[in-house]
């Protein structure tokens, strides 16, 4: 949890230092995004999970273990970015090793896409699961709902971990303006899913409650959905300033503060691992600023596969 | 002659047996009705979708990148335009993950006017289809093409959009199917569905064989020395139908079944000998994909031209009005073809 708040407050210093284009990411989701990260059966092909995630992933990301490097390459559009090549924004990830389907801008498609995948996990035995992520304000899009349709159709479930990280905005627009409902998961309730909400800023309870619920997903090869109620710490994006809003719950801060209390970790050694990281954080983009980005050449790249050209110019 | 729904139907059928076809699925599209134009009919994997375009497409994606092959189908193209967001990452899903993500899928659509379906079952989806970088497009106008587009798109690593002419799903072609049977009533007693109670019916399926046509490949279907008219999917036998009016060598007609990528070395030889060039197509006339042909004509054969390049498209009116004097004003018809192609003809440079 650390380390992806060190990385994440990392990017923001490189977007304000005019080193980046734009910062969007998962600061406050990471007492609900590292466990999720260390409970997927993380690998690729149908015998492992399926990832459909937001562009607030990055604490499931490192929990996974990408490098803090992939993420800093990522931000400053450098063409050693594993995930884009230097062609897409800040924490949209996409790693097909870990069956991580590509993060995407708009805030509601993956929920239709992680059907196909669960699909296809459906008909295989020992198959993994399909989990998708996503925010409150994407539920009101039709998608959300293709995921709660499609995926309860008698005889047809489908084994999908829907979840929805509630941080209480869309942008700069509030949950209580726009939702009637007063929990997400209860529309899960019309469809017969097992349905749960939880303080996904507790990191244990997170941890308890996603264990459960994929669990649940995994033996029963049925739909679950899940509604965490997670914090939003440096607002939407670098569109809104990037700047750290006061009166939100601070997960790292609170499970610090409970380990101390603990007696199982000491103010020291909080201190030991946070210069760690931002040390480990601030080299790597250090040593990026050199690097190139991509080629102006390489614009046409990957139009189609196997190099077809999709140039009409050439053809 | 097998129509063309028959035709996808048999192409769909080779694509589950021989080439690793696991869905195909969408709005009514399996049993018992077998896609409301009966292309889906006694196929193996076809399966019936809730009737949502965005889930349709998005999971469509989805078994894409976990390796199945699948052909999905958004019942109309009309309603195809709520999916518009998901098309265009499908598209480049391969480009912005820098190559490391394909989605080799099929998503086919009815598109265009010609059965008196009014606004929403008359569009055409060619104009924007082509404005979908990552994606082929293609589009059949015999029941052959069908056939041989349709096991090329599965074969195609790349998503590819199907665009079927429906006018023309009831047409019977000239021209068999390869290990299609040859009688017309024998072809229908073995894999059209029956009306009434189909529980317990199943296909019988002739033996048939693989058949391809090359997708950015063009056919030059007449030779001519007067006028290249450039033409798909309907519109094709639009054409047909009025060139006995002409001289043999008068007009060279290319059948551009491949809207993207594109036969430009077929369209440039032909207007570099014919020195005028019609294109022709059913879509509406603003910032028509004809447009963009035309452009390229005028930028790169301007010192061959001896007409100006002309666009016969659909015209730019709000909808296809139900009335046939309201849908043939806004289509092509064979007297504004004529009318085209004598004013090119006759044109003084």
């Not at chain 1, 997400?184 to 899913?193: L, P, Q, V």
């Amino acid at each position: 949890m650390v380390k992806t708040r060190i990385l994440e407050e990392r990017l923001i210093r490189i977007y304000k230092a005019g080193q980046s284009y734009f910062w969007i990411g998962g600061a406050g989701e990471e007492a609900f995004g590292v466990p999720l990260g260390l409970l997927v059966h993380k690998g690729m092909g149908l015998k492992y999970d399926w990832l459909h995630m937001h562009y607030r992933a990055t604490p499931t990301l490192i929990a996974m273990g990408m490098e803090m490097r992939d993420s800093i390459a990522l931000t400053m559009n450098r063409a050693s970015d594993p995930s884009t090549g230097g062609r897409n924004f800040c924490n949209h990830y996409c790693y097909p090793k870990w069956n991580v389907a590509p993060v995407t801008s708009p805030i509601e498609v993956q929920y239709s896409i992680a059907l196909g995948t669960a699909i296809a996990q459906s008909r295989i035995p020992d198959g993994g699961i399909t989990i998708v992520t996503g925010g409150d304000a994407g539920t009101a899009e039709g998608d959300f709902a293709s995921s709660l349709v499609w995926s309860s159709r008698k005889g047809a479930e489908l084994p999908l971990l829907i979840t929805v990280q509630n941080n209480l905005w869309g942008i700069s627009t509030s949950y209580s303006t726009q939702h009637g409902e007063e929990k997400i998961s209860d529309r899960g309730k019309a469809f017969g899913m097992k349905t749960l909400t939880f303080d996904g800023n507790n990191p244990i309870e997170s941890y308890i409650k996603l264990q459960e619920s994929m669990e649940y997903v995994r033996k029963k090869r049925k739909p679950c959905l899940l509604e965490a109620m997670v914090s939003r710490l440096y607002g939407h994006s670098s569109a809104s300033g990037a700047n750290w809003v006061e009166g939100e719950v601070d997960c790292v801060q609170t499970f610090g503060e409970r380990l101390l209390k603990g007696g199982l970790l000491t103010e020291n050694k909080i201190s030991e691992i946070s210069n760690r990281y931002d040390e480990e954080a601030k080299r790597i983009s250090q040593n990026l600023l050199a690097e190139p980005g991509p080629e102006p050449e390489t614009l046409w790249d990957h139009f189609y596969l196997n190099r077809e050209s999709g140039n009409w110019r050439e053809f | 002659m097998a129509n063309m729904a028959q035709a996808l139907r048999l192409a769909l059928h080779y694509g589950e047996e021989n080439l690793g076809v696991t869905d195909i699925f969408g709005q009514d599209v399996g049993a018992p009705l077998g896609g409301v134009f009966t292309a889906t009919q006694g196929l193996r994997t076809a399966w019936n979708s809730p009737l949502d375009e965005r889930g349709i497409v998005g999971a469509a994606m989805g078994l894409a990148m976990a390796g199945s092959r699948c052909v999905a189908e958004i019942q109309f193209c009309d309603y195809i335009f709520n999916t518009i967001d998901l098309l265009k990452m499908a598209g480049n899903t391969l480009w912005s993950t820098n190559g490391q993500v394909s989605l080799p899928l099929v998503l086919m659509t009815p598109v265009g006017a010609g059965i008196h379906g009014s606004l929403y079952h008359s569009h055409s989806f060619d104009a924007l289809a082509t404005r979908l970088p990552g994606w082929k497009i293609v589009m059949p106008s015999t029941p052959l093409e069908a056939y041989g587009l349709m096991i090329s798109a599965i074969k195609d690593p790349n998503p590819v959009l199907y665009l079927v002419p429906k006018a023309l799903m009831r047409v019977r072609g000239e021209e068999l199917i390869p290990g299609e049977p040859e009688q017309e009533k024998e072809l229908r007693a073995m894999i059209d569905a029956p009306i009434g109670d189909r529980s317990q019916w199943k296909p019988r399926w002739p033996k048939i064989r693989e058949y391809t046509l090359p997708i950015g490949k063009a056919q030059c279907l007449t030779q001519g020395e007067d006028l290249t008219i450039v033409t798909y999917g309907r519109m094709v036998n639009l054409c047909r139908s009025i060139l006995k009016d002409y001289s043999e060598d008068s007009i060279e007609l290319i059948n551009l079944y491949s809207l993207y990528p594109y036969d430009w070395q077929m369209v440039k030889r032909s207007v570099q000998k014919t020195g005028r060039v019609l294109f022709l197509n059913e879509d509406s006339e603003v910032t028509n994909f004809g447009e963009h042909l035309a452009y390229r004509t005028t930028r790169e054969l301007f010192y061959s031209l001896k007409a100006s390049p002309r666009v016969l498209a659909g015209k730019n009116v709000p909808g296809i009005g139900l009335h046939p004097h309201l849908e043939d004003s806004t289509i092509p018809q064979e007297s504004d073809l004529r009318q085209a192609m004598d004013e090119l003809i006759h044109e003084v440079p």
